[in-house]
């Protein structure tokens, strides 16, 4: 089936579509569908126990020895495989899972994406980034799997190389392209990589992500697991300058468990790679380092830490084998910074002893088994200001206000200041006024009335 264009699939319950020949999107938007009762079908390039007979070089939904084109499932069941060299969802053979500004969302129904010989689930075929220039691959609700495959079975390889992410790149393929990201807003999402490859990041050789790229996870329950060096959200099974890359994995939401394949980190970088930059912002996390030293976050075997900044959320890292928690892999190099925003705690999870910043404001001594924890302070008390119409008020906030907002600018309008904000009358009433600083932390949050 070759889609040009637009085409809305729907599927129709207790029906049954399939393409065995694959679903050929490269340049064309493909919207998927299901009815209320969630039960309608679609196979695409081969039925999960057939997948080994699936075309070769293409994805089961994607390029055909090209990119994938834009690619939206918003129900039903769908199950994509992709054949010899070809991504599940995603790209053909060498292509990239998008094109250029495309994208694969997923809103709902229940997804499993296999990838062919050396290639993702979702996201690059062999060769290929998980999206192209700009592209992206988004997950907002439903049940999602989705595997990464080898070359084992088709070479015998024992080595169990040359594979893919679950979510990502393939072989040798990042899991974004520049400015590309992948990001989980919701749903159930399971991703496993295979042969090097990433739960969610880069296939065997790949980074996690291209330049500015990013992985992002805003909420949902996810579980991403690596295989043979590849880290379980990060990079691949690297060598010397591959498997970190130039993006950040960013955490915010959601309840993330990410495990490497042996001596890749849980989150960071794969075997033999430092971590970069990862920044978690709430959540519940739990990291742990393949064996044979890889980091819980941070770098995998022989890699240095990178940069971690923890400003919310729960966090549990357990390396493996003299690996760092949160830090350096196994004989890595440095254990790289770990910053904590105020409020933020870590502690040796063993022993429950705290681990102090040094002058610099980073976590000096690391340990393997390490969590952080946001205690919230007691809310401080405003009192409630008054201002006239015409007039204005000057609210103190103590520290330097990077944006401020008003409930209603028809009442009042406002600004900041430095370490003030200003709040200006227009009409008579109350509004409600919120000064953020760094990372949109909420310095204060205050009742203005106008007069």
């Known amino acids: 089936i070759t889609v040009s264009g637009r085409v809305n699939l729907i599927l129709c319950d207790h029906i049954t579509l399939n393409a065995k020949r694959r679903i050929t999107t490269t340049g064309a938007t493909l919207n998927i569908y299901g009815q ?37 499932i918003n129900g039903g069941n769908v199950i994509a495989c992709g054949g010899e060299s070809g991504a599940g969802i995603g790209g053909g053979s060498g292509g990239a899972g998008t094109d250029f500004n495309g ?61 893919g992410a679950g979510i990502g790149g393939g072989w040798r393929g990042a899991g974004t392209d520049m400015l590309g990201s992948i ?17 969610i990041g880069g296939g065997d050789r790949g980074a996690g992500t291209d330049q500015d790229g990013c992985i992002t996870v805003n909420g949902g329950v996810v579980t991403a697991n690596g295989d043979e060096g590849g880290a379980g959200i990060g990079g691949g099974n690297g060598v010397a300058g591959m498997g970190g890359g130039d993006g950040s994995i960013n955490i915010s939401g959601g309840e993330v468990t990410a495990t490497g394949g042996r001596r890749g980190a849980g989150i960071g970088g794969g075997d033999g790679v430092a971590g970069k930059e990862i920044n978690i ?60 925003d105020e409020g933020v705690v870590c502690y040796d999870a063993d022993t429950m002893t705290a681990l102090q910043p040094d002058e610099a404001g980073y976590i000096g001594a690391r340990t393997e088994h390490m969590k952080t924890v946001y205690v919230p302070e007691e809310p401080p008390i405003f009192a409630d200001y008054t201002c006239k119409v015409d007039g204005k008020v000057k609210i103190p906030v103590g520290k330097k206000v990077k944006k401020v907002t008003v409930e209603d600018e028809t009442i009042a309008s406002v600004k900041k200041k430095g370490k003030k904000v200003i709040v200006y009358g227009k009409a008579p009433g109350t509004v409600n006024v919120t000064a953020y600083g760094k990372k949109n932390k909420v310095l204060g949050n205050w009742i203005v009335k106008v007069e």
Do not use: Q, W
């Open 281 to 340: 912002n709430g959540g519940t996390v739990t990291a742990t380092g393949g064996e044979n030293g890889g980091a819980g976050i941070g770098g995998g075997s022989n890699g240095a830490g990178g940069k971690v900044y923890v400003c919310g959320g729960y966090v549990e890292a357990y390396g493996s084998d003299d690996a760092e928690g949160i830090g350096k892999g196994k004989d890595g190099s440095d254990s790289g910074t770990l910053e904590l």
């Open 103 to 163: 994208s694969i969302s997923i809103f709902g129904g229940v997804v499993t994406a296999i990838g062919g010989y050396k290639s993702a689930g979702i996201g690059g075929g062999s060769g290929g980034a998980g999206t192209g220039f700009n592209g992206s691959i988004s997950i907002f609700g439903g049940v999602v799997t989705a595997n990464g495959t080898s070359d084992r079975v088709m070479e015998n390889n024992e080595n169990n190389d040359k594979g």
């Open 36 to 72: 209320s009762g969630g039960t309608g079908t679609l196979y695409a390039g081969a039925t999960e126990h057939e997948r080994f007979n699936a075309p070769d070089f293409c994805a089961g939904i994607g390029g055909d020895y090209s990119a994938g084109g834009t690619v939206t």
């Open 183 to 199: 990001t989980v807003f919701g749903g159930n999402v399971t991703a496993n990589g295979d042969g090097g490859g990433a739960g």
